[in-house]
């Protein structure tokens, strides 16, 4: 399994009704926690149901607390757009 491919598996318990993940390790070369393969910088936007009446801080303890341990190694740095579907509605 990948890592993109764990990752997704660990969010699934936040039913995600959208999930755009990208690896942006390579524009991130020579710079912190890069290393060859990547894997450690990336971006994501998810839209749940779950996000509802919680804080943007609270989202993205709920989206670490889901990585768990990938969060130290061998995730280095995760850019998170957390919103509901009423949000991502608003932004299209």
């Known amino acids: 399994m990948t890592l993109a491919e764990t990752i997704r598996q660990r969010l699934a318990p936040l039913e995600p009704l959208s999930l755009d993940l990208v690896d942006e390790s390579s524009q991130h070369a020579g710079h912190s926690g890069w290393r060859e393969g990547g894997g450690t910088h ?15 801080v609270a989202r993205h303890r709920m989206v670490y607390q889901a990585i768990g341990e990938l969060m ?5 740095a995760l850019a998170i757009t957390a919103s509901t579907p009423e949000e991502a509605k608003g932004k299209q």
Do not use: D, E, K, Y
Request: glycine share 4%; hydrophobic share 45%.
């Open 72 to 76: 130290h190694n061998p995730i280095h």
């Open 42 to 56: 990336w971006r994501l936007a998810i839209v749940s149901a779950r996000f509802a009446g919680q804080s943007p």
